[in-house]
């Protein structure tokens, strides 16, 4: 384990370092995006190199892309690989149900088409992240620039009769021009606080034009690797 490690990075590493053993020799790995999976990646790339670990990466963002590279993990496209063994990627929440909240770092879509093209989905994550009902973390959703504002107020007034606490949506922002993704589009972030039925709220915002995806994963994530600050880790 890396030296001098704050509580919450121990949290992080000990849960993809565990997550890493999962991984195989010939596997097709889907490589999520965000602290904790970079944690991942590095803990891949020290298999590949001190193993000889022969894999191969579809990255779910250019910055994980970037880093594979770095740490030695060949990386093919999704449309290469076809179908994945395994993705491992981290959420920002996820319940009892391991249903998750993911996007905090804005790679949604890739990482909802990675994991749903894969035959297993371990999230990793610190304790911090697990919670009883989805919402708290405002969910991520992803839209296309043209006509934004227009998407946000359908969005808004989609909300009313919805199960959720709260209806406030925002643009994310980087500096003081809108964040963009991977893909070209902006990302509104949804303060709901509580999010009574996550399926249904799933598929009533998909449907509006203008959204491309949610950042709601439902039914998609297998198994949760936790880690916690003295090192411990639980699977749920
Ligand atoms: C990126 C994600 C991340 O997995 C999520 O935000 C968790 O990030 P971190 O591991 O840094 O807490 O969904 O889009």
Known sequence: MPSELSPID???FVAAKQASSYVEDGMKVGLGTGSTAAWLVKCLGER????????????TSSRTAALAREVGI????LDEAKWLDLTI???DEYDGNLNLIKGGGGALLQEKIVATASDQ???IADASKQVETLGAFPLPIEVIPF???TTKTLVEETLIGMDVLGRRVSLRMNGDAPFYTDEGNHILDMHLNRIGNARQLSLVINQMPGVVENGLFID???????GFGDGRVETR
Do not use: F, T, Y
Request: proline share 3%.
């Open 147 to 149: 006509g934004w504002q």
């Open 48 to 59: 590949v190199e001190k193993e000889s670990l022969n894999i191969k990466g579809v990255p």
């Open 89 to 91: 990627d981290g959420a």
């Open 10 to 12: 121990k949290a992080k």
């Open 121 to 123: 989905m371990i999230v």
């Open 220 to 226: 998609i994530c297998d198994v949760v690797i936790v």
């Open 74 to 77: 060949e990386v093919i496209s």
